[in-house]
């Protein structure tokens, strides 16, 4: 190997372990508040869980605009200016402890600002990495959700019980603003490939339906993900385990979750598909949720054992889906794509715990758990493997 082949090679796994750092310190954020609610003692129920809900709102309402941003201008620059300003605003409400709207709308501001991340850093690695080992380095990168989950479990609560609910947000304000300032001097945009002159502009990808295909597919297999990482700790706790031994069991099952990650995302560059194991991946998901409401009529062992392989295998797909939209898109389109891909994956995460709420509450868990399991199902016949054989044969998929 060169050694200018050398230098690059170090380059983009220390531009991976940076866009890494920025999505956990996102994540540490938006995935932390729930764990402060317990602090917020001026506040109703109803009063805190909108506090929680306000960073999710601002983000799903900005993950494409911020694609189309990292399309044009790079991703480089998205990253350190949405993910500063993140930290910025939550600096200003911890400083400030602002009360009622103002303090809901600091949360939508920077949950907006911080959705930035999502895309730019997914193109920092689809320009950096070649598809042979992209799926990999895609799925170091989908670690983040359960790295910052584990962070703001361990950092945030002894944090609020110490110095309060607003002192708090004083460690994800840094964690943001560090890493952004980090983001800003060490990483680099990956190659484009140039411009020729009187070039037309590419054409949508959206004209054809296999994106809309692949984020609907996407979007009906988040609907086991969360069935399960919303009602476990419930379920766990009402069948007479403590809520710290609950929480230890799934803090477990996040782990061996990132370690699915990884493995799909090795899977896919060995096979050279993302969508045939994301298939796979949604008949195994199915099957896992149909063995949890089996385990929760017969034995609880079972429906133990179940929750790990249901824990591990719902969100094994998340960085396939993510690449593949990235891939089908073309550079051109690919930050607005994978804007597109969260998005819809967001959209089926907030829907999902209030809807098997009202199952589980009117028929119980069994039930519950073979509604999700028919989500996977649809997505098996909606999931454009074919399409993506196409494009990787009339080389549409980029190098």
């Known amino acids: 190997m060169s050694e200018g082949a050398r230098t690059e090679s170090k380059r983009r796994w220390g531009i991976l372990a940076l866009g890494l750092s920025a999505q956990t310190a996102s994540c540490v954020f938006l995935y932390g508040l729930p764990f402060l609610v317990p602090e917020m003692h001026s506040r109703s129920l109803a009063a805190a869980g909108t506090i929680v809900a306000a960073p999710s709102i601002g983000l799903l309402l900005t993950l494409i605009a911020w694609g189309a941003a990292a399309d044009r201008y790079g991703e480089r620059l998205v990253m350190a200016l949405g993910l500063g300003g993140s930290g910025l605003l939550l ?34 690695v689809m320009g950096w990495f070649e598809p042979a080992e ?62 020729r002159p009187g070039a037309a502009k590419p054409a949508s990808p959206y004209r054809h339906p296999t994106l809309w295909r692949l984020h609907g597919a996407s979007a009906l297999m988040v609907v086991p993900q969360f069935a399960v990482s919303a009602f476990a700790p419930v379920y766990l706790v009402s069948h007479h385990w403590s809520p710290v031994a609950a929480g230890w069991f799934l803090a477990a099952t996040q782990v061996l979750g990132a370690a699915g990650r990884l493995a799909s995302g090795y899977w896919s560059d060995r096979v050279g598909s993302r969508l045939r194991p994301m298939r796979q991946l949604a ?24 929750l790990v392989l249901a824990a591990v ?87």
């Open 91 to 124: 600096l200003a409400t911890a400083l400030a402890a602002p009360s009622g709207a103002g303090e809901f709308v600091l949360f939508l501001l920077a949950g907006a600002s911080s959705a930035s991340v999502n895309a730019a850093s997914g193109r920092a």
């Open 134 to 195: 992209r799926g990999t380095a895609m799925g170091i990168r989908q670690t983040a959700q359960p790295l910052g989950v584990g962070i703001a479990a361990l950092a945030l609560p002894p944090l609020a019980r110490q110095w309060g609910f607003y002192p708090s947000l004083l460690f994800p304000a840094c964690f943001a603003l560090v890493v952004a300032l980090l983001v800003a001097w060490l990483a680099a945009d990956p190659p484009r490939p140039p411009k």
């Open 283 to 306: 008949v195994a998901s199915a099957a896992a949720l149909l063995l949890v409401a089996l385990g929760d009529v017969s034995w609880l062992w079972l429906v133990l054992l179940a």
């Open 313 to 399: 295998i719902t969100v094994a797909d998340n960085g396939l889906g993510f690449t593949a939209s990235a891939e089908l898109a073309g550079s051109a389109w690919a930050g607005r794509a994978m804007g597109a891909q969260n998005t819809a994956q967001n959209l089926a995460a907030s829907l999902t715990p209030p809807l098997l709420g009202l199952v589980i509450g009117g028929s119980g868990y069994a039930l519950a758990f073979c509604v999700a399991a028919v989500f996977p199902v649809l997505a098996v016949s909606l999931t454009p493997v074919h399409a993506e054989a196409r494009a990787r044969r009339t080389s549409e998929v980029p190098a």
